[in-house]
Nanobody, 126 residues
């Protein structure tokens, strides 16, 4: 069974950084497109980033305009984990963050095969 577990969220001051982790089981992350989305209360789900396999040896990455230049997605194939490094955090980044399979460059998750975890809460506040 495909399972994703997000961790690394917490309280951080504006301008600070957090590194979120997405531990996968039931599949190998290096063989699939994995991304991150977030959802804040009262707001629509927002796709943030995707790491998309181009070949056996390389990947392409994609970012939403709202986080481009601040967030970085990466993989650790040995640990079977995907990360989201978040820098220069803003109060509007406060949300529950989820990792999910089968992302696409449009960050809309059109695939019907998508799986995601329970999420991890990120609160950006002074």
């Amino acid at each position: 069974q495909v399972q994703l577990v997000e961790s690394g969220g917490g309280l951080v001051q504006p301008g600070g950084s957090l590194r979120l982790s997405c531990a996968a089981s039931g599949f190998t992350v290096r063989s699939y497109n994995i991304g991150w989305f977030r959802q804040a209360p009262g707001k629509e789900r927002e796709g943030l980033s995707c790491i998309n396999r181009r070949s056996s040896f390389s990947y392409d990455t994609y970012y939403a305009d709202s986080v481009k230049g601040r967030f970085t997605i990466s993989r650790d194939n040995v640990k079977n984990t995907v990360y989201l490094q978040m820098n220069s955090l803003k109060p509007e980044d406060t949300a529950v963050y989820y990792c999910a399979t089968d992302c696409d460059p449009t960050l809309t998750w059109v695939s019907a095969l998508t799986s995601w975890g329970e999420g991890t809460l990120v609160t950006v506040s002074s």
